[in-house]
């Protein structure tokens, strides 16, 4: 069994920082791609960034130059550094992988159960 775990998310003040970490953890064969989606109250769940093993990135739009996204292969561990932040980033940020377990050739998608992230203005 696969389990995505997220910490550090928090409350912090408009132009502040934080670091989100998601370990994945249990009967892993490999994965491919980790990244991060944020839900906003009322809104759809959209990408923030990805990064593959090779360390390729792609963040999106509304957080380039703010949001650092970065991979520890051997600990299976993805980070999310964020800076400058705004109260738009407000959201429930959620860990994905896209990986195979242990012993099979399909991959799929998996998920995290979410961390909260508030801006305060």
């Known amino acids: 069994q696969v389990q995505l775990v997220e910490s550090g998310g928090g409350l912090v003040q408009a132009g502040g920082s934080l670091r989100l970490s998601c370990a994945a953890s249990?009967?892993?064969?490999?994965?491919?791609?980790m990244g991060w989606y944020r839900q906003a109250p009322g809104k759809q769940r959209e990408l923030i960034a990805l990064?593959?093993?090779?360390?390729?990135?792609n963040n999106a739009d509304s957080v380039k130059g703010r949001f650092t996204i970065s991979r520890d292969n051997a600990k299976n561990t993805v980070f999310l550094q964020m800076n400058s932040l705004r109260p738009e980033d407000t959201a429930v940020y959620y860990c994905?992988?896209?990986?195979?377990?242990?012993?099979?050739?399909?991959?799929?998608?998996?998920w995290g159960q979410g961390t909260q992230v508030t801006v305060s203005s």
């Open positions: 994905y992988a896209h990986l195979w377990p242990r012993g099979s050739y399909v991959s799929s998608d998996y």
């Open positions: 249990g009967s892993i064969g490999g994965i491919n791609a």
């Open positions: 990064i593959t093993s090779g360390g390729v990135t």
